[in-house]
């Protein structure tokens, strides 16, 4: 067993910890959100674990966490985290944090050809320590926040820098440090998404379930108003209503309340509390149309397509002989990137994103080689 975490709540508190984690030389991060559980979810708390102490850092109580920007900006200091993008662009979204010099040890587990990368597995089948992920849903905004919260959370860091060094070493043995470098790189390049209720975010689900023009209509109506309900009650609206309810209401839209309590997946709670908005949301959608207009698609050139047919074969082909995803190779992106520039010389591969230094010294010639083995 191990000492429990320190739990930091106070802004004294925290430039306490920050004075201690700016002396290691890495430390291991982590953090719990309450996404599943709010309309808007937020960062609830913030881990860290260094060689000699476990910490528990609560932005829901400490007002300005600020403090922490320094030490996560530090290229001197490595950030080992375990799958970091969704932790990255939380801390960036949340705390507009940037950190750099990242070891990802799901990113390395898949260079180095694991198959059962979540960190449970990780941490049981090379380190023989069991940790059960029954939290991992949970509602991270609670407080006071109970104990075995705090056990999980301790948890998700505390054996991380010695996963990071037992995978470092696999990298090391197999020459793939530059590699998995590059890969991790890959992690922090990430464009936060606007976090705002799209009105015409409902068009997407009218092709796929052939609706009509009042359909449509209805369904416009409801979306939205599932959307505001969702804020009212600080819920996930998909959670609150899902797209299967609402289309359940668009292809049968009721009439009555009594009508509304026999839909399935409405909870009877939201129809005491707002049943009259989803019948008038209906009649509003039923007295108009709206017609269907796909989106728009970029019209690709056949001689691109083919060039990232002979790319994409190509991935796959080093993938399945290297024992990984083909993803470790290279982006999708990136391929599609080559297949429009169609480059003559490995210098022409220069600028692509995703598609770092490693990466053209190891594929330019087999690169050039898959658009040259098929007519331009």
């Known amino acids: ?67 922490l920007a320094a030490v996560l900006a530090d290229p001197a200091i490595e950030k080992v985290f375990h799958a970091a993008e969704y932790d990255l662009i939380c801390l960036k979204r949340d705390f507009d944090f940037d950190v750099l010099n990242i070891f990802d040890t799901m ?27 029954k939290h991992q849903t949970d509602d991270w905004a609670r407080r006071p926040l109970p104990a075995g919260f705090r056990r999980y959370a301790q948890m998700d860091t505390r054996h991380l820098l010695a996963l990071r060094d037992a995978l470092h070493a696999e990298l090391q043995a197999a020459d793939r440090i530059e590699e998995a470098r590059e890969y991790f790189a890959d992690v922090t390049r990430f464009d936060l998404k606007p976090d705002e209720f799209d009105p015409e975010g409902y068009r997407a689900l009218c092709r796929p379930n052939s609706l009509n023009g009042q359909q449509i209509a209805i369904l416009r109506e409801l979306y939205i108003l599932r959307d505001e309900l969702a804020q009212s009650v600080d819920r996930p609206s998909h959670q609150l209503i899902t797209n299967k309810t609402l289309l359940q209401l668009v292809k049968s839209p009721p009439r009555t309340l009594k009508q509304l309590y026999d839909v399935r997946g409405l909870p009877a709670w939201l129809i005491r509390q707002s049943g009259d908005e989803f019948i008038q949301a209906v009649r509003h959608g039923k007295a108009s149309r709206v017609d269907y ?13 083919d060039r990232y047919s002979a790319l994409h074969n190509w991935r796959r082909e080093t993938a399945q002989a290297r024992g990984v995803e083909s993803d470790v190779i290279i982006s999708k992106d990136a391929l599609w990137d080559i297949a429009r520039r169609n480059p003559a010389s490995p210098a022409e591969l220069d600028g692509i994103r995703g598609l770092g230094p490693w990466r053209r010294k190891t594929y330019a010639a087999a690169l050039l080689g898959a658009l040259n083995g098929h007519d331009n």
């Open 107 to 133: 990113a390395a587990a898949r260079v180095c050809g694991y198959q059962r990368i979540g960190l449970g597995h990780m941490l049981e089948d090379l380190l023989g320590v069991r940790h059960s992920k």
């Open 1 to 67: 067993m191990f000492a429990p975490a320190t739990y930091v709540e106070t802004g004294a508190a925290l430039d306490a910890a920050v004075d201690r984690l700016s002396a290691a030389d890495r430390i291991a991060c982590d953090t719990e959100s309450n996404s599943m559980h709010a309309y808007r979810g937020r960062t609830c708390l913030i881990q860290f674990s260094t060689p000699g102490e476990d910490l528990l850092i609560d932005p829901l109580a400490i007002a300005d966490v600020s403090a």
């Open 293 to 305: 207009i796909p989106p728009a698609q970029e019209t690709i050139p056949q001689r691109v397509i």
